[in-house]
T-cell receptor
Framework: DTAVSQTPKYLVTQMGNDKSIKCEQNLGHDTMYWYKQDSKKFLKIMFSYNNKELIINETVPNRFSPKSPDKAHLNLHINSLELGDSAVYFC????????????FGPGTRLTVT | SQQGEEDPQALSIQEGENATMNCSYKTSINNLQWYRQNSGRGLVHLILIRSNEREKHSGRLRVTLDTSKKSSSLLITASRAADTASYFCATGTGANNLFFGTGTRLTVIP
């Protein structure tokens, strides 16, 4: 019973390409998040969505765009990929926007060559 | 920055021993959380302690919070090989602005 799932698990692509990472949660949560974890294991929030509305965006380049077709899905689209985008991207969800406990997906390791 | 900082960066102990890791932060918080990350996996929430609490227990986990020192500790008692993972503290003033540190890598040797 996967709670938060992401696809793909691994993604290798070349600079300049456009790619998407999908995330789905079957927990019925209202809020979903995207995090980036760099090579030093530093985890930084990128976006959160509450009922399909973007509620924060932490100084992320506009090449990154979250797309939420419904409250169970929050996909991450990245345009014009750069070497520095290489990282592990985690999707997470929480019951509500004011809930503190977050449930994480398994992560997507993105490698840009 | 507001992010938590865990200490030590790495810890290696024998199975059965206790493991203690610490987290320091810089700004006022509403609560502090601890998460575990197994290699190649997502983070799993372990425990949340509110700013008006000083100590909290959950199974073999014991968390303390000292808001005057802006620090927290996570104690894992009677460690097991399965406890091998990275442990992160997360701080913030609200659910949407959680800040994670870079974690403590715990290795429990069977």
């Amino acid at each position: 019973d996967t709670a938060v799932s992401q696809t793909p698990k691994y993604l290798v692509t070349q600079m300049g390409n456009d790619k998407s990472i999908k995330c789905e949660q079957n927990l019925g949560h209202d809020t979903m998040y995207w995090y980036k974890q760099d090579s030093k294991k530093f985890l930084k929030i990128m976006f959160s969505y509450n009922n399909k509305e973007l509620i924060i965006n932490e100084t992320v380049p506009n090449r990154f765009s979250p797309k939420s077709p419904d409250k169970a899905h929050l996909n991450l689209h990245i345009n014009s990929l750069e070497l520095g985008d290489s990282a592990v991207y985690f999707c997470a969800s929480s019951v509500r926007a004011d809930s503190y406990e977050q449930y994480f997906g398994p992560g997507t390791r993105l490698t840009v060559t | 920055s507001q992010q938590g900082e865990e200490d030590p960066q790495a810890l290696s102990i024998q199975e059965g021993e206790n493991a203690t890791m610490n987290c320091s932060y810089k700004t006022s918080i509403n609560n502090l959380q601890w998460y575990r990350q197994n290699s190649g996996r997502g983070l799993v929430h372990l425990i949340l302690i509110r700013s008006n609490e000083r100590e909290k227990h959950s199974g073999r986990l014991r968390v303390t919070l000292d808001t005057s020192k802006k620090s927290s500790s996570l104690l894992i008692t009677a460690s097991r090989a399965a406890d091998t993972a990275s442990y992160f503290c997360a701080t913030g003033t609200g659910a949407n602005n959680l800040f994670f540190g870079t974690g403590t890598r715990l290795t429990v040797i069977p």
